[in-house]
């Protein structure tokens, strides 16, 4: 076949509506079809619902270690949104492309994919492997199965890029996240005999006020890292729901909160205080009304990535993005999963902006893709040295 442009499989990928609460099937059967078609196998990891996959190929030699490629196939809802063209369809306007996922990150995945038949004619002496995942924009959970799958492979890669996008710098660090739902069980009676209910939304009101007091205790002494636009963790609350008339003494409250957390801190550490805080009102509430009580849910976590300025992973990574300094940021990625769970040295790299993504005419320019499409060319270079370092 034909080679194609990045924009052109660009174009491809972005006609599956991947929003994370479809299947993502339809796309990784095109992107398989593409690699088969050029000789390469993939190899599918479901989900339980056998309805989401991860995708892993590998383009060169397999037994020794090689550079990941690393991306995340779903992609926000554009529900709601005002689009000034289909969201479904690669619309070019004034040197940019628009389309749901352009950015984040169907435009990194298309350059990886448009560089393989380069990749194949290098030919590479180091592998490079391609690793397209599900339900990142969920929690990055998707691609704990794939993570769990490459632990047990023979030969471990020895570096991984993230393509969420970054305008093509280099990005070493993120915060670690870990997203929970507290859900409170009151008991109810009218509000005039309030003192016989147990009052789900008040013992939630304790809760929230735990959480701000936990944010002004990381704002004021928690250790701060000026590389980060926020330099410290976070505790917030996002939402906070209960009650359904004044008088009726609430039975339920449900809170969903977060906690960010810089590298070198430990996330379970807030989670367990919050957790302590909960048990001792879990009890006050138990003693009043044996059906009551509170229970609290990690529902999605992410561990943080902080590869150091001075390790061979930055240096490789600065000169394949022809970058000269690094940065940190504040949204979390997979790169956490590879480098603290599967111990592999990860950057993050790729086109577009990460103020674009998520939004009504998410786009990504036609220059933006260009200097992706370069950094796959120093990546095969480096890939194609027998003696790489
Ligand atoms: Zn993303």
Redesign the pocket.
Known sequence: MSTPTSAEVLSRLVAFDTTSCNSNLPLIDYVADYLAALGIESHRIFDATGQKANLWATIGPADVPGTILSG?TDTVPVTGQEWTSDPFTLTPRGGNLYARGTC??KGFLACALAAVPKMLAAPLARPIHLAFSYD??VGCIGVIGLIDWLSVQRVKPDFCVVG?PTMMSLVVGHKAKRSMRITIRGRSCHSSLAPDGVNAVEYGALIVAKMKEIAGRLAASGRQDPAYDVPHSTAHVGMFNGGTALNIVPDEAVILGEFRVLPGEDPDALVAELSDYIGVLDAEMKALAPETGIELDVYAAFPGLATPAESVATARGLSLAAANGTSSVAYGTEGGRFSETLGVPTIICGPGSIGD?HKPDEYISEAQLQLCDRFMERLIDWSRAKQAA
């Open positions: 995340h984040d990150m990142e924009e969420e993504a």
